[in-house]
């Protein structure tokens, strides 16, 4: 017993004293994280581009830290990128900006957000350097845009072309065991996000809506390189057909850099805008830094707003996270901004594959009761499909780049079986005493019966029926045409804009601009706010101790092989009915 009070009160102790370490350590990024920016005149904004770019970061100052380098590693949010180019333009103590790096990890949409922003920023007379040792095809889709490129001598340049890939698992299920349970709702050949499920290749047609979405994202690539480095599209596609260029030095006999300069180099062009003499003393400000001081569409403090709610990730029921679409979370955000008198209009920022048909009506109920009270704008991201059109196709207006995966309009449900793995290979029987005939509908032993499977694919097929409905009222088409167009089709958003399933093709800027004219709102008299808020940095600690930090070091042992966790959690949330783009597509 005494034993045992000595452990207890040395386990109490050691609590003790971590939790004032804890506190500690809380107080100093607290401290840090509201030091006081000051810009240093002749400063260089650097956008470090060989990073994952989110709609918005999380600016939790505590997950920023690696465990693995031991330093702080803030990702980066677009609003804050956006923000920060508008805001660095009419600031006299930046000259320029230094783009590091080439293989942006984000959608072609985004890419196009921040493209269209570096041309403004130019337009204000000052640089725009990029400089990168790895070159991919979205590096230079963005870098484009910059005064010069230069590159490492000795490094590697991609230009060869897009490429769609779908992982299938339907053998690796069947090896263990496992069936997986597919209802695709009635006439949806194109909703292909089952296909990894039910099969080991890619159908006829989801080849075909493959082949025109990444054809439409190839010409927008050739369109806008072409135009910003002054060459001929078509010679550019010679040239990713014969894979001509995959080094630096190719690169710039054909044009598509200034010249393989050292860095050392790259930043003494630079010296004479910074006022410097030695390359050592140039002051590089960060965008995690700068965008502390800087806010999208700064307008001055007064009583009209425009709340920008931020959806991006899968959609689910509940709360979420920043990462993921919560119902919750989003529908209670659109609520509060169509409460608050202040805010004018409201500009839906969608980022998302889809997710849950339940969480997706969810969200769209509360858009639909905004909009009968003020202008509902969408901005769609880099994908705005499936659930992610669902909660867009109620706004007055949807805007969309380019490049923007969208449509998807269809649903399916997905279940497990798992009778061969349970009985043949781990010897596991369940025994049901039921007190209807359905009452064990859903136990993973065994397979559905064909009465329960018709039953199942009618309550897909309402599901899909209630998202034709939403999306007909709210485009203002027939439920036919939708059908005709839907069927789980998906398009680029240049696609999109022909079929009218998004109204204007641009940015975030574009919306927030078409909610302000919407609203009567004169000039600049406006402020930019964003909803929901994030959550409280503590909050995001304890979770971190309860098992983040640990997933966290994890997925950074492994490296680009972590995506397939996320995969196998993601599954994990897809069972039920979804409205959702489902498969793993990768367009690179």
Same mark, same amino acid.
């Given at each position: 017993?005494?034993?045992?009070?000595?452990? %207890?009160?040395?386990?109490?102790?050691?609590?003790?004293?971590?939790?004032?370490?804890?506190?500690?350590?809380?107080? *100093?990024?607290?401290?840090?994280?509201?030091?006081?920016?000051?810009?240093?005149?002749?400063?260089?904004?650097?956008?470090? %581009?060989?990073? /994952?770019?989110?709609?918005?970061?999380?600016?939790?100052?505590?997950?920023?830290?690696?465990?693995? &380098?031991?330093?702080?590693?803030?990702?980066?949010?677009?609003?804050?990128?956006?923000? $920060? +180019?508008?805001?660095?333009?009419?600031?006299?103590?930046?000259?320029?900006?230094?783009?590091?790096?080439?293989?942006?990890?984000?959608?072609?949409?985004?890419?196009?957000?921040?493209?269209?922003?570096?041309?403004?920023?130019?337009?204000?007379?000052?640089?725009?350097? !990029?400089?990168?040792?790895?070159?991919?095809?979205?590096?230079?889709?963005?870098?484009?845009?910059?005064?010069?490129?230069?590159?490492?001598?000795?490094?590697?340049?991609?230009?060869?072309?897009?490429?769609?890939?779908?992982?299938?698992?339907?053998?690796?299920?069947?090896?263990?065991?496992?069936?997986?349970?597919?209802?695709?709702?009635?006439?949806?050949?194109?909703? *292909?996000? /089952?296909?990894?499920?039910?099969?080991?290749?890619? !159908?006829?047609?989801?080849?075909?809506?493959?082949?025109?979405?990444?054809?439409?994202?190839? @010409?927008?690539?050739?369109?806008?390189?072409?135009?910003?480095?002054?060459?001929?599209?078509?010679?550019?596609?010679?040239?990713?057909?014969?894979?001509?260029?995959? !080094?630096?030095?190719?690169?710039? =006999?054909?044009? +598509?850099?200034?010249?393989?300069?050292?860095?050392?180099?790259?930043?003494?062009?630079? +010296?004479?805008?910074?006022?410097?003499?030695?390359?050592?003393?140039?002051?590089?400000?960060?965008?995690?830094?700068?965008? $502390?001081?800087?806010?999208?569409?700064?307008?001055?403090?007064?009583?009209?707003?425009?709340? /920008?709610?931020?959806?991006?990730?899968?959609?689910?029921?509940?709360?979420?996270?920043?990462?993921?679409?919560? $119902?919750?979370?989003?529908?209670?955000?659109?609520?509060?901004?169509? =409460?608050?008198?202040?805010?004018?209009?409201?500009?839906?920022?969608?980022?998302?594959?889809?997710? $849950?048909?339940?969480?997706?009506?969810?969200?769209?109920?509360? /858009?639909?009761?905004?909009?009968?009270?003020?202008?509902?704008?969408?901005?769609?991201?880099?994908?705005?499909? !499936?659930?992610?059109?669902?909660?867009?196709?109620?706004?007055?207006?949807?805007?969309?780049?380019?490049?923007?995966?969208?449509?998807?309009?269809?649903?399916?449900?997905?279940?497990?079986?798992? #009778? #061969?793995?349970?009985?043949?290979?781990?010897?596991?029987?369940?025994?049901?005493?039921?007190?209807?005939?359905?009452?064990?509908?859903?136990?993973?032993?065994?397979?559905?019966?064909? &009465?329960?499977?018709?039953?199942?694919?009618?309550?897909?097929?309402?599901?899909?029926?209630?998202?034709?409905?939403?999306?007909?009222?709210?485009?203002?088409?027939?439920?036919?045409?939708?059908?005709?167009?839907?069927?789980?089709?998906?398009?680029?958003?240049?696609?999109?804009?022909?079929? @009218?399933?998004?109204?204007? %093709?641009?940015?975030?800027?574009?919306?927030?601009?078409?909610?302000?004219?919407?609203?009567?709102?004169?000039?600049? #008299?406006?402020?930019?706010?964003?909803?929901?808020?994030?959550?409280?940095?503590?909050?995001?600690?304890?979770?971190?101790?309860?098992?983040?930090? #640990?997933?966290?070091?994890?997925?950074?042992?492994?490296?680009?092989?972590?995506?397939?966790?996320?995969?196998?959690?993601?599954?994990?949330?897809?069972?039920?009915?979804?409205?959702?783009?489902?498969?793993?597509?990768?367009?690179?």
């Amino acid at each position: 017993m005494k034993t045992f009070l000595k452990m %207890l009160l040395a386990t109490i102790l050691g609590g003790a004293i971590l939790l004032f370490i804890g506190f500690i350590i809380l107080a *100093s990024f607290a401290s840090l994280a509201n030091k006081e920016v000051v810009i240093a005149k002749g400063s260089v904004l650097t956008i470090n %581009l060989n990073n /994952v770019i989110y709609e918005r970061a999380d600016d939790n100052p505590f997950g920023a830290f690696n465990p693995l &380098s031991q330093e702080p590693s803030f990702p980066l949010g677009l609003n804050d990128i956006l923000a $920060s +180019l508008k805001t660095a333009a009419n600031d006299d103590n930046i000259v320029g900006v230094y783009l590091k790096g080439g293989i942006p990890m984000t959608g072609n949409a985004t890419l196009e957000e921040i493209r269209n922003a570096l041309r403004t920023f130019r337009e204000s007379g000052k640089f725009v350097y !990029s400089y990168s040792e790895i070159m991919t095809q979205k590096g230079l889709f963005l870098t484009s845009e910059a005064d010069s490129i230069f590159m490492n001598p000795e490094g590697f340049f991609e230009w060869n072309g897009l490429n769609a890939s779908v992982t299938y698992y339907k053998d690796a299920l069947d090896k263990i065991g496992v069936k997986p349970v597919v209802l695709r709702a009635t006439g949806n050949k194109y909703k *292909s996000a /089952v296909e990894p499920f039910l099969r080991q290749d890619m !159908s006829p047609e989801n080849e075909k809506q493959l082949s025109d979405l990444i054809g439409s994202v190839w @010409g927008d690539y050739l369109a806008e390189i072409s135009k910003s480095r002054n060459l001929d599209a078509n010679t550019l596609n010679t040239l990713a057909d014969s894979m001509a260029i995959t !080094s630096p030095i190719t690169a710039a =006999k054909n044009g +598509l850099i200034d010249a393989p300069l050292y860095e050392d180099e790259v930043l003494n062009l630079m +010296l004479p805008a910074t006022g410097k003499d030695d390359i050592k003393d140039i002051d590089f400000v960060s965008v995690h830094t700068y965008a $502390s001081d800087a806010k999208l569409g700064k307008g001055g403090y007064n009583d009209n707003k425009i709340a /920008v709610v931020i959806a991006q990730g899968d959609i689910v029921s509940g709360k979420g996270s920043e990462y993921q679409i919560g $119902s919750e979370r989003i529908a209670e955000a659109i609520r509060k901004a169509r =409460k608050n008198d202040k805010v004018k209009a409201i500009v839906l920022r969608v980022n998302s594959p889809g997710g $849950s048909a339940l969480a997706s009506e969810v969200i769209w109920r509360e /858009v639909d009761l905004a909009r009968k009270e003020k202008p509902v704008v969408a901005s769609m991201g880099s994908v705005a499909a !499936s659930g992610g059109y669902y909660i867009s196709c109620f706004a007055d207006t949807i805007v969309a780049q380019p490049t923007t995966v969208t449509g998807s309009i269809g649903a399916f449900g997905l279940f497990f079986t798992a #009778e #061969e793995l349970m009985h043949n290979t781990l010897g596991v029987n369940i025994e049901n005493v039921k007190t209807n005939k359905y009452s064990d509908l859903g136990t993973i032993d065994r397979t559905l019966t064909a &009465s329960e499977m018709r039953m199942l694919i009618r309550q897909v097929d309402q599901v899909y029926g209630t998202f034709k409905k939403r999306v007909a009222e709210g485009r203002g088409f027939t439920e036919e045409y939708v059908d005709s167009i839907g069927g789980g089709h998906v398009y680029s958003g240049r696609d999109a804009l022909e079929l @009218g399933l998004v109204d204007v %093709l641009g940015g975030l800027e574009d919306a927030i601009q078409i909610a302000k004219n919407m609203a009567n709102i004169e000039g600049s #008299e406006y402020r930019v706010v964003e909803y929901p808020e994030l959550e409280d940095p503590f909050v995001r600690l304890m979770k971190q101790i309860n098992g983040d930090f #640990e997933a966290k070091l994890i997925k950074e042992k492994l490296g680009p092989y972590a995506k397939y966790i996320d995969m196998a959690e993601n599954a994990k949330t897809m069972q039920g009915y979804q409205t959702h783009l489902g498969y793993d597509l990768t367009i690179d």
